[in-house]
C-alpha cells in the first residue's frame, strides 16, 4: 500500500478537513485501543480493591446496654472505638487517631494520643497536637436480638446517640 | 582434495570436543590488539551493555563518584538475598515473626542473609538519593538527557517504595507502627488519599491483607517495575551519548588540520568532494580509551568495594528486630522507616501540607528541573560557576530534607516532643 502513493492517496477524495478514510480509521482504532488499555487498567485497579476484607468486621455487636452502666466510657482498644454512656444516651467515638493511626488513650479530659501527642476532649474534639480532624463517631443501632451494634463504616455527627 | 572435505572422524571430534565447546562458548580469547578489545565488549552479551570505547571523562572516579554504578549493585545485592530469603519466608500475621526468629535460630547464614539484605535496602536508598545529587551538582540532567533525569526520579521514588513495602514484612512492632503511620500520611493525599490507604492495606487497619499486598508489590510487582526502569536508565545513557562530560572533554580539531589542497592534474571523484578536502583521521585527538580492560576494571573495583562494604556492615551490625507485634500498644513515638521521618517531621506541623503538600511540589520540581533550567552551560562540572542559581536552590532544599529528617530521627521523643539525643 505504501509503496503505491498514487493509487493511496491520489485517489482518495480529499475533504475540505482533510480527512481522509485512513487517517480517519487510524484515529479510531488508536482511539479503540487506547481506550481498551485504559479500561483493563482501570478494570485491575476494581479488582485489587477488595469487596469484602478478611480481617476484623467493620460491623459488630458489643453486648446488651445493660454491660455498659450510665456514665461509662469504656475504650475497646482490639476494636478501636470507645463507647460512651450518658444516662440513657450510647455513642461510640473513634480511637483511632486522625493524626497517624495511632490508638488513643482514655484521659480525664478526654483522649490522648501515645504517639504523636494530639489532645482530644470527651466528645473527641481536637484539644492540642497534631490531629487535624476530631475523632469520628460511629453509627450505633440496636440489633433485633437487643444488643448494641456498632458500624464503624458509617460515621454520624458528633453528639448523635443511640436513646436505649 | 577428497581428505580436505571429509567430515572428521567420531574420535577427532571427542577429542576436540572441550576446545570446541570452550571456543563456541567465548568467540573471542583474551584481547591482544585493539580489535579483539572491541570485539570483546560487542560480541559478548554482558559486555555489550557497554560501548567499545568510553570517554576519558567517564571513568574520572572524582567525577561520578561511581554513585549510579553502586545503586545498581546494591539493588543486585537485594535481589540475590532477597530471593534467598524468600525459601524461608511466610507473609502470614501467624508466622512472619517466627520465621523471623527462625533465621536468627535455625537457618544458616539466616541473620548474615537479613543483615545484607536490610543494610543494601538502607544503603540504596541513600546512595539513589546521592547520584542524584550528583547528577544534579554537575548538571548532566540538561540536554539531551531531560528524560533520563525523569526515569531517575522514577526510580529515586520505586527505591523508596520498595524499602518501604520491605519494612513491614518482619511483622515486628517496628514495622507495624512505622507502616501505619506511613499508609496514614498517603491517606492525607486529597481526593484519593483514603481510597489508595485502602488499596494499598486491603483493609482499614494494618492486617494481614496489608502483609500479603505488601509483599507482593515488595517480591514481585516493584522489582519488575524497577528493572525495566533501569534497563531503559541504562540504554538511554548510551543513546544520550554516554555520560555527561564538559564542553572542553571534546576539545575541537586544532587548526593544524591541513586542508588537502586540489590539484589541479588530478581527477576526483564525486565523493571526494562530498567529503571535503579534510582528512581527519589521526588528527583529532581521541579522548576516548577502550572499555574492555579501562571501564571493566573500575566496574569491578566498585562491585568489590560495594560487597565490602555490605559483607563488613553485616558481620558487625545486626538488622534490629523488635518485639512481636500488639496492636494495642503502639510504641511512643512511633516512627516511621528513616526516610520518611523529615516527612513525618512537617507532617507534626501540618498534616496535609507537611505529608502531601510539600513533598508534592518536590517531586514535581524535581521531574520539572530539566524543562525549566534550559542553560546549556555549565555542564559536566562540579559546582560550575554558570549554575549558581540552580545549585544553590537544590542544596538549600537537600539541606533542608536532611535535616527534617535528623530532627526526626534523634530529636524527637515520647510524644513527639522534642528532646536531646545526647542525654
Not at chain 2, 507495624?176 to 490507604?197: C, D, L, M, N, R
Not at chain 2, 572533554?249 to 576526483?268: F, G, H, I, M
Not at chain 2, 542559581?389 to 542544596?395: G, Q, R
Request: hydrophobic share 45%; aromatic share 12%.
Amino acid at each position: 500500500m505504501a509503496a503505491d502513493p498514487k493509487g493511496g492517496h491520489a485517489h482518495a477524495p480529499a475533504g475540505a478537513s482533510g480527512v481522509n478514510r485512513r487517517s480517519l480509521l487510524g484515529w479510531l482504532s488508536g482511539f479503540g485501543l487506547l481506550g481498551s488499555a485504559v479500561l483493563s487498567a482501570f478494570s485491575n485497579l476494581i479488582f485489587i480493591k477488595p469487596r469484602a476484607t478478611y480481617g476484623q468486621p467493620q460491623r459488630f455487636s458489643l453486648g446488651k446496654p445493660e454491660e455498659f452502666p450510665p456514665g461509662t466510657r469504656i475504650s475497646m482498644d482490639t476494636r478501636r472505638v470507645c463507647v460512651v454512656r450518658e444516662g440513657n444516651k450510647i455513642a461510640a467515638i473513634s480511637t483511632t487517631c486522625t493524626h497517624l493511626g495511632c490508638i488513643v488513650g482514655v484521659s480525664d479530659t478526654g483522649f490522648a494520643c501515645p504517639c504523636h501527642g494530639s489532645r482530644f476532649d470527651q466528645d473527641g474534639n481536637v484539644t492540642g497536637g497534631p490531629a487535624p480532624k476530631p475523632l469520628p463517631w460511629f453509627k450505633v443501632t440496636l440489633a433485633p436480638n437487643g444488643e448494641i451494634e456498632i458500624d464503624k463504616d458509617s460515621e454520624v455527627d458528633p453528639g448523635s446517640y443511640l436513646t436505649v | 582434495m577428497s581428505q580436505d572435505t571429509k567430515s572428521p572422524s567420531l574420535w577427532t571430534n571427542l577429542r576436540e570436543m572441550p576446545s570446541n565447546a570452550w571456543h563456541s562458548l567465548f568467540r573471542n580469547p583474551l584481547p591482544a590488539d585493539d580489535l579483539g578489545r572491541a570485539s570483546t565488549s560487542f560480541t559478548n552479551f554482558f559486555l555489550h551493555i557497554h560501548p567499545v570505547k568510553v570517554h576519558m571523562n567517564t571513568l574520572r572516579p572524582l567525577y561520578t563518584l561511581g554513585l549510579g554504578l553502586i545503586s545498581f549493585f546494591l539493588f543486585l545485592i537485594l535481589t540475590l538475598t532477597g530471593v534467598l530469603l524468600m525459601f524461608y519466608y511466610v507473609p502470614s500475621t501467624s508466622q512472619a515473626y517466627d520465621r523471623m526468629l527462625d533465621l536468627r535460630g535455625t537457618v544458616a547464614f539466616g541473620i548474615f542473609l537479613r543483615n545484607m539484605h536490610r543494610w543494601a535496602a538502607h544503603g540504596m536508598v541513600g546512595v539513589v538519593a546521592l547520584h542524584m545529587c550528583r547528577v544534579f551538582l554537575t548538571g548532566s540532567y540538561k540536554k539531551p538527557r531531560e528524560f533520563n533525569w525523569v526515569i531517575g526520579v522514577v526510580l529515586f521514588l520505586l527505591t523508596l517504595f520498595s524499602s518501604f513495602t520491605g519494612y513491614l514484612l518482619p511483622w515486628d512492632q517496628l514495622a507495624f507502627w512505622a507502616i501505619t503511620v506511613g499508609t496514614s500520611i498517603a491517606g492525607y493525599a486529597p481526593v484519593f488519599g483514603k481510597e489508595i490507604k485502602f488499596l494499598l492495606l486491603g483493609d482499614a487497619t494494618v492486617g494481614q491483607e496489608a502483609l500479603l499486598r505488601f509483599y507482593v508489590l515488595h517480591v514481585a510487582v516493584l522489582p519488575l517495575v524497577l528493572t525495566l526502569f533501569v534497563a531503559i536508565h541504562f540504554w538511554r545513557i548510551r543513546k544520550d551519548g554516554g555520560l555527561s562530560r564538559p564542553a572542553e572533554a571534546d576539545a575541537p580539531a586544532p587548526a593544524a588540520v591541513k586542508a588537502v589542497e586540489p590539484k589541479q592534474n588530478k581527477t576526483y571523484g564525486l565523493q571526494g568532494f562530498v567529503r571535503g578536502p579534510f582528512s581527519k583521521v589521526g588528527n583529532v585527538p581521541d579522548n576516548t580509551v577502550f572499555s574492555w580492560p579501562n571501564l571493566i576494571i573500575a566496574e569491578v573495583f566498585v562491585l568489590v568495594l560495594t560487597i565490602a562494604c555490605i559483607l563488613l556492615l553485616s558481620m558487625v551490625f545486626d538488622a534490629p528486630l523488635e518485639e512481636p507485634v500488639n496492636v494495642m500498644h503502639p510504641p511512643n513515638p512511633a516512627k516511621a522507616p528513616w526516610y520518611f521521618l523529615g516527612l513525618q517531621e512537617m507532617v507534626s506541623y501540618s498534616a496535609f501540607w507537611g505529608g502531601v503538600g510539600i513533598p508534592t511540589m518536590f517531586v514535581l520540581l524535581l521531574l520539572a528541573a530539566p524543562y525549566l533550567d534550559r542553560r546549556p552551560a555549565g555542564v559536566g562540572k562540579w559546582f560550575a560557576r554558570e549554575r549558581l542559581l540552580a545549585n544553590t536552590i537544590f542544596i538549600t532544599l537537600v539541606v533542608v530534607n536532611v535535616v527534617f529528617v535528623i530532627v526526626g530521627t534523634f530529636f524527637r521523643g515520647p510524644n513527639w516532643e522534642f528532646i536531646s539525643p545526647w542525654k
